[in-house]
Structures are given as structure tokens and as C-alpha cells.
């Protein structure tokens, strides 16, 4: 087991002025999941793969425990990799393909064949240790390729994107084996994905990347709770937050007709930095109420009722400025409304969220 630092590392593409990965200044803990999330193009993957030593690291170092890998080739830094394809040897059975690596590391055949069936026995994948890959299927391949990687016994697992080639009901199940199967086996993993639903149960922490930056680092019960800035803001969370920039008055917010109250300390915030008499708030579907007319709500005429069974997404637009803005809100099934109906959305106090319209940061 091992810590993983990455100091000031970048990455710069010949032929590109921003850089790919930018300044990552990040500390993954002995034992910790860690998950690399954001939207494609933010980098995760290179930054993945620069620990790999796939990728060049231009500036700054990478540290395995406190052993400066930044140059070293990816057979010196006794990490293990699960790709997104899996990529299995074809010709070769279950069996070969998890002992393969130790093969080449001329380890003893009693102990590749101990350290096969203990991961096959950990994996589920006994019965089908004399197959090939072609009879297997995709969540059977995923499990082969992870059984190939804990056979190695690493430092470090390095997981890039492993479920996308998986249906949506395997995925779940088999983010879970994963989930378990790390906890068990207690080796840091650094995990990538830019599905956020998947980042948010799997991590201990979880890093969330926009162009090549870092923008929040933390548990993904505090990421959701309190993001640091409006992109981790919206990106965290399904359905996604209703964040709005609205105009800024003496004692909050104006949403059209509603006014959502922010503190003196708030306001002023608001007003720094360019906030240029506007300040930029969000709040959760599940965060606000449908209420009365007469309980200052904000009217919002519904376009779209998504009906989940235990509860209800309700879609719709509200007149904000001049413009139609879209907002979702999360309500009981038995009290849903219906398309074309005009309801009264007024979130619930202490639940919204500050940010300053011109930084984006929070308040």
C-alpha cells in the first residue's frame, strides 16, 4: 500500500497553449478511493495516465509514497492498471490472461497459481477460469481484467472508466463489487470516471476536474453540501442544482416575484469582485416546496412530469428578466402536478446556495 502525490504536476500537448492538466497539487491517503470526476476534456484520464507514466509529466513532480516516479517507466512504479476495454489477451483463457504479468515477472507456478485462484475465488470467476474471453460476457471481462490487476498486488490501482462499456443495471451492481473489493483489499485506488452518480457512491473523496484544474477536493457528502464554486455546483447532483443569476437587493435575492433572503455578510460578498449588482443562486430539486399562491413562491408553468415511483420530477420554466429559465423540482408522486399547470416553487430556508456572479466562487 501506498500514498500518491502529485506536486504541481502538468501536462502540455506539443502543438497546445493550455495545458491538458494544469498545476494538479493533490494527496491521496494509504488505503484511499479516490475518484478523478468531470467532463470529458477535463483531464482526469491524463492525469490518470501520468501516474501510469503513459503520459510525460512537463512540470512538477508524482510521488509513490515519497519515491519521485515522475520519470521512472510505468514497469518501475508497481502500479496496476484496468483500462476501459479491458484489453484481454483474445488466445488466451481467464486463467493465462490473470497469470500472464506474473509470467513475465518469472514468478514461481505455485505461486501464480495461488495468487490466480485467490482472486478468481474473490471475483467469482472459478468456473470459468478455463474459458476465453470471447465466451464471456462484458461484466465477466470486467471482472477478469480486475482479477489481473490485484494478482500483480500493487501499490497503487489505477482505474480508468471501467463500467462505461457496461449496461446501466450491471453497472451498478458492479460498482459496488468494486467498492467492496477495494475495502477488502485496502490498496489506494485512483479511480476515473465522468459519470457523476458513480463518483458520489464509490469514493472516500473525490477530485473534480474543469479544464485541466482542479476545482474541489473532498468527501462526496461535502462536495454536494457545500461546493466551493458554481461548476461543482451543477455538475454534483442528479438532476442537476437550479442555479440562477439573479438581481441583487438590499435583503436577497430577486426571483422575479420571490425574494430569496441573504445575509448582510452575503450581500456584501455579492457585491465584491465584480459582482456588479447580481449575485448567482442555486438550489436542489429536492430542496424546495410547491406552495400556495400565497406563500411567495416563484410561478413555474410545468413542461415535463417524470414520474420515478417513489417520487416525482417536475420540469418546467419560469419568466426571470425578461427570459424563459428552466427549473426542476423533486415532489411527492402524490401530490405531483400536471403538464401545462402553473405551480408555486419556494425553496426551503438555510437550503440554498451563494455564489458570487462574477468569480463563481462561493458565499
Do not use: W
Request: net charge negative; aromatic share 6%.
Amino acid at each position: 500500500m501506498a500514498t500518491v502525490t502529485y506536486s504541481k504536476a502538468s501536462r502540455i500537448y506539443p502543438g497546445t497553449e493550455r495545458p491538458a492538466v494544469n498545476a494538479l497539487d493533490l494527496e491521496i491517503g494509504d488505503g484511499e478511493f479516490l475518484v478523478l470526476v468531470g467532463p470529458s476534456g477535463c483531464g482526469k484520464s491524463t492525469s490518470l495516465r501520468m501516474l501510469a507514466g503513459l503520459e510525460d509529466v512537463d512540470e512538477g513532480s508524482i510521488y509513490i509514497d515519497d519515491r519521485d516516479v515522475t520519470h521512472l517507466p510505468p514497469k518501475a512504479r508497481d502500479i496496476a492498471m484496468v483500462f476501459q476495454n479491458y484489453a484481454l489477451y483474445p488466445h488466451m483463457t481467464v486463467y493465462e490472461n490473470m497469470a500472464f504479468a506474473l509470467k513475465l515477472r518469472k514468478t514461481s507456478k505455485s505461486e501464480i497459481d495461488r495468487r490466480v485462484k485467490e482472486a478468481a475465488a474473490l471475483l467469482q470467476l472459478e468456473e470459468f477460469l478455463g474459458r476465453k474471453p470471447k465466451a464471456l460476457s462484458g461484466g465477466q471481462r470486467q471482472r477478469v481484467a480486475m482479477g489481473r490487476a490485484i494478482v500483480r498486488e500493487p501499490q497503487v490501482f489505477l482505474m480508468d472508466e471501467p463500467l462505461s462499456n457496461l449496461d446501466a443495471k450491471l453497472r451498478v451492481q458492479t460498482r459496488t463489487q468494486i467498492a467492496s473489493l477495494q475495502a477488502k483489499l485496502g490498496v489506494t485506488t485512483v479511480y476515473v470516471t465522468h459519470d457523476q452518480v458513480e463518483a458520489m457512491t464509490m469514493g472516500h473523496r473525490v477530485a473534480v476536474l474543469l479544464d485541466g484544474v482542479l476545482q474541489q477536493v473532498d468527501t462526496p457528502r461535502a462536495l454536494y453540501d457545500t461546493p466551493a464554486n458554481v461548476f461543482v455546483a451543477g455538475f454534483m447532483g442528479s438532476p442537476a442544482m437550479n442555479i440562477k443569476t439573479v438581481p441583487l437587493n438590499e435583503s436577497g435575492a430577486a426571483f422575479a416575484e420571490m425574494n430569496i433572503p441573504l445575509t448582510r455578510e452575503q450581500v456584501e460578498a455579492a457585491r465584491a469582485e465584480g459582482g456588479d449588482g447580481k449575485v448567482t443562486v442555486g438550489f436542489r430539486p429536492e430542496d424546495c416546496d410547491l406552495v400556495s399562491p400565497t406563500e411567495g413562491g416563484m410561478p413555474v408553468v410545468v413542461e415535463l412530469v417524470e414520474d420515478l415511483g417513489s417520487d416525482a420530477n417536475v420540469y418546467g420554466h419560469a419568466a426571470l428578466g425578461g427570459a424563459s429559465e428552466r427549473f426542476v423540482v423533486r415532489t411527492d408522486r402524490r401530490t405531483m402536478p400536471n403538464m401545462g399547470d402553473t405551480v408555486f416553487v419556494k425553496p426551503r430556508e438555510g437550503r440554498t446556495h451563494v455564489f458570487n456572479a462574477a468569480t463563481g466562487k462561493r458565499i
